[in-house]
């Protein structure tokens, strides 16, 4: 099956009862990894869409895209650029809220101030708007870390957040449920893992990068599983939340097909770097004792309680556990079906980097 590019539309299924899409819409987080996807999926097939960008040099290539793009420049968590956001916006819009902080420069602060504060922001701006439906992209960290290898999140897990991240990102889905349960705005939570896709940013060549050199941890046997997410797949799973029936009110995973074994993970992004052109050196990966990987999480944690991230060793901890989700629920009552595989996702993000002149 051929591989969406970031010029084609995303294809979608409709198995289940479904209602047509808004014509207008309204983007968070539209200059981020998933936001640029999301925003070229809706090029031509919507006729009014609203951006909302950090930055002016973010703003640019955007509006470039289509005449159908209105960008906004402002912070999320500004209230004022929330009115800027929705303003003319007018009834009946669908908006996606993907604006988040995962990696804070700041500290901790950051994740509280973004996640919470832009999303509770947003709820309300879309509400006093009359917006359609409103599809929040949440996260797997509000859950934790599966308890064993063979478990799997369910909708219906409970949430178990994991550090501060997790901790904001319920705190936003909270939001959200609220929201609809008082019947303020119909929302839906789309809870994404660990994605990979065109767009990606200076930290997924940095991955791709370590593994190609053969300088990735493999932490213990490489067993833990990992549900991952090609930008494709998770748009479609976005798209189908905007408009399945049953969707309002509830919550779903969106990820490939099944969740990973990290060993397989490595092998696979060499076996596609090297499909591409690029050969690979080294050991497929560095061994890492899970205390090693104990000890990072354990710092992790002490560091966060003072309001201090360091990105290496939160990546390095979680590494340990396994973080995978079943997706039968979206199947069936969204009628998600994730078109894409892991090789083919990651062939086709290796190839936008060679196109974009990322050094891998």
């Given at each position: 099956?051929?591989?969406?590019?970031?010029?084609?539309?995303?294809?979608?299924?409709?198995?289940?009862?479904?209602?047509?899409?808004?014509?207008?819409?309204?983007?968070?987080?539209?200059?981020?990894?998933?936001?640029?996807?999301?925003?070229?999926?809706?090029?031509?097939?919507?006729?009014?869409?609203?951006?909302?960008?950090?930055?002016?040099?973010?703003?640019?290539?955007?509006?470039?895209?289509?005449?159908?793009?209105?960008?906004?420049?402002?912070?999320?968590?500004?209230?004022?650029?929330?009115?800027?956001?929705?303003?003319?916006?007018?009834?009946?819009?669908?908006?996606f809220h993907a604006a988040a902080v995962i990696h804070p420069r700041r500290g901790t602060r950051e994740f509280f101030d973004v996640n919470v504060g832009g999303t509770q922001h947003v709820?309300?701006?879309?509400?006093?708007?009359?917006?359609?439906?409103?599809?929040?992209?949440?996260?797997?960290?509000?859950?934790?870390?599966?308890?064993?290898?063979?478990?799997?999140?369910?909708?219906?897990?409970?949430?178990?957040?994991?550090?501060?991240?997790?901790?904001?990102?319920?705190?936003?889905?909270?939001?959200?449920?609220?929201?609809?349960?008082?019947?303020?705005?119909?929302?839906?939570?789309?809870?994404?893992?660990?994605?990979?896709?065109?767009?990606?940013?200076?930290?997924?060549?940095?991955?791709?990068?370590?593994?190609?050199?053969?300088?990735?941890?493999?932490?213990?046997?490489?067993?833990?599983?990992?549900?991952?997410?090609?930008?494709?797949?998770?748009?479609?799973?976005?798209?189908?939340?905007?408009?399945?029936?049953?969707?309002?009110?509830?919550?779903?995973?969106?990820?490939?097909?099944?969740?990973?074994?990290?060993?397989?993970?490595?092998?696979?992004?060499?076996?596609?770097?090297?499909?591409?052109?690029?050969?690979?050196?080294?050991?497929?990966?560095?061994?890492?004792?899970?205390?090693?990987?104990?000890?990072?999480?354990?710092?992790?944690?002490?560091?966060?309680?003072?309001?201090?991230?360091?990105?290496?060793?939160?990546?390095?901890?979680?590494?340990?556990?396994?973080?995978?989700?079943?997706?039968?629920?979206?199947?069936?009552?969204?009628?998600?079906?994730p078109t894409v595989s892991l090789e083919e996702g990651m062939r086709a993000s290796i190839r936008w980097c060679l196109e974009h002149g990322e050094q891998l």
């Amino acid at each position: 099956m051929p591989v969406t590019t970031e010029n084609e539309p995303v294809a979608t299924t409709d198995p289940v009862p479904s209602s047509p899409p808004a014509p207008t819409v309204v983007v968070t987080g539209a200059s981020g990894w998933l936001g640029q996807n999301l925003v070229r999926a809706l090029v031509g097939q919507r006729e009014r869409i609203r951006c909302l960008v950090p930055s002016d040099d973010q703003a640019a290539p955007l509006a470039l895209l289509s005449p159908s793009i209105e960008v906004v420049v402002g912070d999320v968590r500004d209230p004022a650029t929330a009115d800027r956001l929705f303003d003319g916006v007018g009834p009946g819009a669908a908006v996606f809220h993907a604006a988040a902080v995962i990696h804070p420069r700041r500290g901790t602060r950051e994740f509280f101030d973004v996640n919470v504060g832009g999303t509770q922001h947003v709820v309300d701006r879309a509400r006093r708007a009359g917006a359609a439906r409103l599809v929040h992209v949440s996260s797997n960290s509000p859950f934790g870390v599966n308890p064993s290898p063979d478990h799997v999140f369910t909708e219906d897990s409970p949430y178990n957040p994991w550090l501060g991240y997790g901790r904001s990102k319920h705190e936003a889905e909270l939001i959200v449920r609220s929201a609809h349960e008082r019947g303020d705005l119909p929302t839906v939570i789309v809870r994404a893992p660990w994605f990979y896709g065109p767009f990606q940013p200076a930290r997924q060549s940095q991955f791709f990068r370590s593994i190609r050199r053969g300088r990735f941890p493999l932490v213990g046997d490489g067993t833990q599983r990992r549900s991952m997410a090609y930008t494709g797949n998770l748009v479609q799973g976005l798209l189908r939340a905007e408009v399945a029936d049953k969707a309002p009110g509830n919550a779903y995973w969106i990820a490939d097909e099944r969740p990973y074994e990290l060993r397989e993970i490595l092998a696979t992004v060499r076996r596609a770097l090297e499909a591409e052109g690029l050969p690979t050196s080294g050991p497929p990966w560095i061994p890492l004792p899970r205390l090693a990987a104990r000890a990072a999480e354990q710092a992790d944690r002490v560091l966060q309680r003072t309001g201090r991230y360091v990105q290496a060793l939160h990546v390095l901890g979680e590494l340990n556990h396994t973080i995978a989700c079943d997706v039968s629920r979206a199947r069936d009552e969204i009628g998600y079906e994730p078109t894409v595989s892991l090789e083919e996702g990651m062939r086709a993000s290796i190839r936008w980097c060679l196109e974009h002149g990322e050094q891998l």
